[in-house]
């Protein structure tokens, strides 16, 4: 039976469409990067040991000083407070700051100078809870500063040499004495560690400070790569430093262990095992173990060793091997018993493991066509080990506990989309942060055992309300089959969608191994921009295809040594797919992406010039023959193995086919894809006769920021969109 409106009424409706249509904001670009979307977070928080407190670090705008404040997890009220500098003599700020495993002594940053991605160089203090003692740890800029756990001495990098402190005495000794500027580097990794490996910190304390193990890096053979900086100056700098390119020598690596009763150092030999990187080091619960995880130069075999600090005898323990590459991870956890917690793929998902102290597996603890994506840890009271996985859907994360024998499994959050936890130190609480695409972040207190709330923390529901006054477009999640792969994808529609209309189309990808750009979370910056396109009248689309994430291990590593070759075809058979939708002109799609993402879109142009009509490339490899060692060969082989791969996949061996419109975008200043990648395919480009369009921007890194820049550079991607792929046709 139909329904009819009686005139009036309808007039009443369409009216009230209209005011509430025109009351609606268009998204600026200017708003986006001022940060008028900008989400409000959680501090950084330190679980004291008890489980019940954590500390916060706090400034007080009004008295301009710094405090470490501890609050109570159930009630969320500040029971005391650590530290005010405005009561402590010579201490102006705190940066960030650390406890002694005994909670006596604080290790704190009063300025740190960025070095690379995730290293810093600093000036450190360290404060006397009991005596309020103020102790500074060196007078020169120092690096990655680290206590025993009694907290009487700390280790730390300075000029490429590792020192010890005696804190009671103040005595300094130089532990290593032949580190050189781009030669040789103790107990800090080089850059190719730092951005592949993700660790700085390459030396580690035995439990009763009486062994320093650290990793020694040879750069002597490895090639230097210069950086111009130009500056404000009359003539640039160079920055110069050790930049191993793929098929290119790498860092010789030893590990050492210093004796501190003799003073005396020790090289491990490692001979018998694959040791050309050593990703990790880290101690067992026994005094006398090091655990150090090893790994050849292709990455398919990980080797775990222990070193017998007694007399220091390396044995392997455990071997995971793969036909492409084992993931390097933090989640190697010693139980009391010494026996361990890993995790790895090999059963074709990430699951975890548990193995006894001399590598005998013990159970598969979790099981399951679904991966872990975090493991939190294991509560030895409960006998449970807390992790967060993709078991609700792969663009779904969830927090779960499950005994150590795979049994009593349970969900510990209920809310659909991306679950994160920080556990209490004794495991009786975690705060868990949720966001989905509809929710921003949202912060809860929870109990461990159960998962009940306990107290909302914080959520962002004052941002949620604002952009109810903007014209948003909901984010629709589906799956599209190519190439015989159901793949993960999202579109956004303009707000006023008629699919009776033609509209032009913009994919975004990235498309990395192993990552994930479909996911169930709140907005970010890309996002907004996304939604602005979507008021101008555009389809947005983003597609994950095989190479990406969450999906298996075959999934994932179906792109090995071919890298850009499957993922390609991906995304020009999905252009091809989403082109043949009514209200999709097919003469009228882009595509963009940044960095791998920017490797991706200019080989997309490139090669599927029936697909794509424009192309946008930022900071994008356009050779893997130009980039690092540890994460091309990871994938690739090395080029001297695998030239046809390295080379039939470069957007430089197809530029002939171009044919669309192409914007290429890079900062001279990156560190990371040298700017090299663009001025060789702009070459290329050049001698090839294609028209394109490019812009540099002076002395930006890799993430090109600074004051205006990233609003400078989305304005201009946004307006080679609309010229390129013009207005919707009706």
Known sequence: MKHLLSIPFLLLFLATSFTTTAQQKNITLEEIWSGNFRTQGLEALHSLDNGKEYAVLDYNRSSKSSTVDVYDYKSGKKVRTLIDTKDVDGLDRILSYELSADESKMLIATDLQAIYRHSTLGDYVLYDLKSKQLTKISEDKIQEPHLTIDGKKVAYGKDNNLYMKDLASGAVKQITKDGKKNSVINGI???????????????????????????????????????????????????????????????????????????????????????????RIKWSSDKNILSAQLTGRKQNELDLVFVNAKNNKASLILKDTDAAYVDVTDNLTFLDDNSFIWTSEKDGWNQIYHYDKKGKLINQITKGDWEVTSYYGFDATSNKIFYQSTENGSINRDVYSIKTDGSNKQRLTTSTG???????????????????????????????????????????????????????????????????????????????FDPSKKYPLFMYQYSGPGSQQVANKWNGANDYWHQMLAQEGFIIACVDGRGTGLKGRDFKKVTQNELGKHEVEDQIAAAEKLGAMTFIDADRIGIWGWSYGGFMSSNCLFQGADAFAMAIAVAPVTSWRFYDTIYTERYMSTPQLNASGYDNNSPMSHVNKLKGDYLLVHGSADDNVHVQNTTRLVEALVQANKQFDWAIYPDKNHGIYGGNTRLHLYTKMTNFIKESLGEPKN
Do not use: C
């Open 189 to 279: 990794t080089d850059w190719v560690y730092e951005e592949e490996f993700a660790f700085v910190r390459a030396f580690d304390w035995n439990s009763d400070g009486t062994k320093l193990a650290f990793i020694r890096f040879d750069e002597t053979d490895v090639p230097r790569f210069s950086m111009d900086v130009y500056g404000n100056d009359l003539y640039q700098s160079q920055q110069v430093f050790k930049y191993p390119k793929a098929g290119e020598p790498n860092a010789k690596v030893s590990l050492h262990m210093y004796d501190v009763a003799s003073g005396k150092t020790e090289m491990i030999d490692l001979s018998a095992f694959n040791s050309y990187y050593i990703p």
């Open 418 to 496: 991306t679950n994160s936890a920080s556990f209490s130190a004794d495991f009786t609480y975690f705060i868990n942060t949720f966001q989905n695409t509809d929710t921003p972040y949202a912060y809860t207190l929870n109990d461990a055992k159960s998962g009940k709330v306990v107290r909302e923390i914080k959520d962002n529901k004052g941002l949620k309300d604002a952009l109810k006054g903007y014209n948003i477009s909901a984010k629709e999640f589906s799956t599209i089959n190519v190439n015989g792969e159901d793949l993960n994808m999202y579109m956004i529609k303009p707000k006023d």
